[in-house]
């Protein structure tokens, strides 16, 4: 059978696998041939790779070996070869000690998977919180055209009559248990109606909030965020983006095209307006460092402090993500965005459209849902970047989760040295702690915990909420579940495993919140605090081995990204020496 290579505008990269008859390309094509591939589909055509995320340890994702099915169809539809490979896939809720910690080599494992294998256009199935970031990272990093697909949102949960969101009411149930308002056997009763169909989280967590900024970065077709899982269209939006892929790699059109600073200053008012995931911050900095983009925790404060929150889900508001998706989805608060004049227009999406040419016809199906400028749950809903002394290099807070007479607030500091001294003492009724103190953990950052864990929402003492109490100021340096809610400061930079402010934090001292001025303020003599740590010393050993080695030894603090320092910037994906 004689080769014949299908004419495409510019030479593409499997063609060095697969393109000729010499003893190298028929050494690749024939490996191939034995899963019953027909020669023709070495014939020249785009060879698309499905990164799938799919695990079932990973549940919010384990439904995603279906979607790629019809990613397939859609890649066949349009001409390419389609190849499905396993990527890393970090679980949210099974990963110790935090997914955190492996996103960074999900992304650097998945970064050299595209860029040496014969990949021409890349399709990024992805769903539970970690897993959309790190493949961003990996796509921005090789610069190969790349789109994402989500796994959506689980349906509504319901318990005796009210919305259940996962993960919200988890904490919610669990603070009621503790206050003596609910029985174990309830709570476990509970259970059943808190993840009722495949999906991630159907709150705004941090699953939502990341599928959301893929959309709004440009990355997703339009309205592919809040599509529920088990929603047909969810099939359709995959079969779609398949056939999509193909297109931009005729094109050419790549992350590095999309992915301007446009495109987050856009992503970072979407955020706000949906009253998103602090874990939003992180993982767009550590995006647009793998992509070359000068972002900034400043950007952050920037773009997104007069955004009005306009949609009303938990953790901020009452809803849940089907109800998101049948009120028009991200589509209309995008528009919202730009008819406020808050919107770089003319950014470019992976559909080869305008982002503005892609929602200017959309309508808003339910204004309790998607509220108006004027009825928003918060008229500055943009992440807080919170500055001072405490937190030199700046710290976060979600306004639109917190609450109102906190947001200004002077405190006695209850001090935590780690997440096992916080676990040994909350529960104890000799703790010396009323709602007018100051909850403080240290050591749970990206060196720390390892891995910055979701801990920094720090559950209330049991005394505190038999008297009705529901929130208190709280400052870590970890970071907050997206589903997770109240006056609650994170990412404290630098961390106090680094020798930050916040690692010399001792009970007694107060500590001044003050959000509208963005400070965060240790009320202590600048001699003192440099005497204090003058004197630190490290609470934890360091690993000697492993990954985690690897990753206390090259992790970048919170402000950044909280990436592998030799992981920064585009490093292209050219085709290396064939070693056969």
Not at 122 to 149: E, F, N, Q, R, Y
Not at 407 to 425: M, N, P, Q, S
Not at 477 to 497: F, I, K, N, Q
């Amino acid at each position: 059978m004689t080769f014949k290579p299908a004419k495409w505008p510019r030479p593409l990269r499997s063609q060095e696998w697969f393109g000729g008859t010499g003893r190298d390309q028929i050494y690749h094509r024939g490996w191939m041939k034995n899963q019953g591939f027909p020669h023709d589909l070495f014939d020249g055509r785009p060879v698309i790779g499905i990164l799938n995320t799919w695990s079932e340890l990973t549940p919010c994702n384990a439904h995603l070996n279906v979607l790629a099915e019809f990613v397939k169809r859609g890649v066949y539809e349009a001409g390419g070869f389609p190849v499905e490979v396993p990527a890393f896939s970090t679980s949210e809720s099974a990963f110790r000690p935090t997914a955190m910690m492996f996103r960074n080599l999900a992304a650097m494992s998945v970064e050299e998977q595209m860029r040496g294998q014969p990949m021409d256009g890349c399709v990024l199935l992805v769903g539970c919180d970690k897993t959309t970031p790190s493949l961003l990272m990996a796509a921005a990093s090789t610069d190969l055209p790349s789109i994402v697909v989500t796994g959506g949102p689980m349906l509504n949960g319901y318990f005796k009559g009210e919305r259940v969101g996962s993960g919200t009411h988890l904490w919610k149930f669990s603070e009621a248990v503790k206050a003596g308002e609910m029985s174990p056997e309830e709570f476990a009763e509970a259970e059943a109606s808190m993840s009722r169909s495949a999906g991630s989280c159907n709150t705004m967590g941090t699953a939502s909030t990341m599928a959301s900024m893929a959309e709004a970065l440009g990355m997703a077709l339009s309205g592919n965020a809040a599509i529920p899982a088990v929603d047909s269209r969810r099939r359709v939006m995959a079969q779609m983006s398949g056939r999509r892929i193909v297109q931009m790699v005729k094109d050419d059109l790549k992350p590095s095209d999309v992915m301007v600073k446009q495109a987050f200053e856009n992503a970072i008012r979407t955020n706000a307006a949906i009253g998103g995931s602090t874990n939003a911050v992180i993982h767009l900095l550590a995006i647009a460092g793998r992509v070359g983009v000068d972002l900034t925790l400043d950007d952050w404060d920037r773009c997104g402090r007069d955004i009005p929150t306009v949609v009303n889900l938990m953790p901020s508001g009452k809803y849940l993500m089907e109800e998101f998706f049948y009120a028009g989805g991200l589509p209309v608060v995008i528009k919202r965005l730009g008819e406020a004049g808050l919107l770089h227009k003319d950014a470019l999406t992976v559909s080869g459209e305008t982002m503005w040419d892609q929602v200017k016809d959309v309508t808003n199906h339910n204004e309790d849902v998607i509220l108006p400028a004027e009825k928003a749950l918060t008229q500055s809903g943009g992440i807080v970047v919170l500055k001072g002394n405490l937190a030199p290099k700046g710290a976060v807070l979600k306004p639109s989760a917190a609450s109102a007479h906190l947001l200004t607030h002077r405190g006695r500091a209850v001090v935590f040295e780690d997440i096992d001294d916080y676990k040994a003492k909350i529960n104890d009724e000799a703790l010396d702690i009323d709602e007018t103190c100051i909850m403080v953990m240290k050591n749970c950052g990206p060196k720390g915990y390892p891995g910055m864990a979701e801990v920094g929402n720090m559950g209330l003492p049991p005394k505190v909420l038999r008297k009705g109490i529901t929130d208190m100021v709280r400052i870590s340096d970890a970071r907050m579940s997206g589903t997770a809610y109240g006056t609650v400061c994170l990412h404290t930079s630098p961390e106090a495993a680094a020798g930050g402010p916040l690692a010399v934090v001792r009970n007694g001292d107060f500590i001044e919140l003050d959000v509208p001025n963005r400070r965060l303020h240790l009320d202590i003599s600048d001699a003192e605090l440099a005497a204090r740590l003058a004197a630190w010393k490290p609470l934890h050993e360091q690993y000697q081995s492993g990954y985690a080695w690897l990753h206390q030894q090259h992790v970048q603090g919170a402000d950044t990204g909280a990436d592998l320092d030799f992981l920064k910037g585009c490093r292209g994906a050219p085709v290396g020496r064939d070693s056969h």
